[in-house]
């Protein structure tokens, strides 16, 4: 008899371990509501319902093993939090969640991304994630299949790391209306050699481009829409092509050993941290025609 009561002792608590999600209790730090971290090492998690938003890094140290997420209808911010996860597949969004950083998904491994239909401000076109009216584009899925892909008509907007370190893709086809393109956009892009930017394009965050062939064929002065993307490296003397009209964003970041640029009239607007970190570059000649400089 006690044999038997053993046995089935067992074979309850087998049974038990079957059906409880795979994490333990101590693999989620949450302050407050927000989930700050996670520490575990589940292929399929399931954050616990209450937690109200998933802070920045949450799951960048500890995300390896993870494949699938399970995000509670309680959830309304998703910081950058799935960054670096590469072996995370699917994801949906739920209706509750109304506000989602740029880049939260960045070298996330991808390939598709759900919202719940009934989300009032996010949705997602054949897996790649919009906001409500579709106007931002904020994250095409890295593992997305097909090498080639159109912007859809009506977005004005590419946020930070949309498409950021997507190997599959060798083409995008960016539409008239769209003014900006974030930083980091299309970083680390490694096939992608043909991108079609429209004239509407003027804003250019910082390595937009990043380390894509397609920037590279450009030459030693990237020039887009008039807007120098990026500086020559490693040059102490730099004369800036006349007909370059801005000066983008971090465009000679950390060239130590630029001394002198000469820059044409015109330039009218030199971006954020254009010149940041040129610590051998001491006497610069800003022309009359320049009416906005950008922080730092």
């Known amino acids: 008899m006690k044999k038997k009561l053993l046995s089935l002792a067992l074979a309850l608590v087998l049974c038990m371990s079957l059906t409880v999600p795979a994490y333990a209790a101590g693999d989620f730090v949450i302050e407050d509501g927000v989930l700050t971290s996670y520490t575990g090492s589940a292929r399929s998690v399931v954050i616990p319902d209450g937690v109200t938003a998933i802070g920045y890094g949450a799951f960048a140290v500890d995300c390896e093993n993870v494949t699938e997420i399970k995000i509670p209808n309680t959830v309304t911010s998703i910081g ?94 960016i539409p008239d209306g769209v003014s900006s393109i974030g930083a980091s956009a299309f970083d680390y892009c490694r096939n992608l050699t043909n991108i079609t930017i429209p004239s509407s394009v003027t804003d250019f965050g910082f390595l937009a481009f990043g380390e894509t062939p397609w920037l590279e064929q450009l030459g030693e002065f990237p020039i887009v829409n008039h807007c120098l993307l990026r500086g020559p490296h490693g040059k102490s003397s730099v004369v800036i092509p006349d007909g370059v009209t801005t000066i983008c964003e971090d465009a000679f970041r950390f060239e130590y050993d630029l001394k002198h640029v000469e820059i044409p009239d015109s330039v009218t607007k030199i971006c954020d941290s254009a010149f940041i970190g040129c ?12 009416t906005e400089i950008g922080d730092e």
Do not use: W
């Not at 994801?91 to 759900?114: D, Q, R």
């Not at 610590?279 to 320049?290: D, F, G, K, S």
């Open 80 to 173: 950058r939090a799935f960054s670096g996860c590469e072996n995370l597949k699917r994801i949906t969004i739920p209706a509750s969640v109304t506000e989602i950083e740029e880049g939260a998904f960045y070298f996330a491994g991808l390939t598709n991304i759900e919202v719940d239909p009934a989300n009032s401000y996010y949705t997602s076109v054949d897996g790649v994630l919009f906001n409500q009216d579709k106007t931002l584009l904020v994250q095409y899925p890295m593992n997305k299949a097909g090498s080639s892909y159109a912007v859809p008509a009506g977005v004005t907007r590419i946020g930070d790391s949309a498409f950021g370190v997507c190997d599959n893709l060798t083409r995008v086809t």
């Open 279 to 290: 610590e051998a570059l001491t006497n610069l000649t800003i022309p009359n025609t320049v």
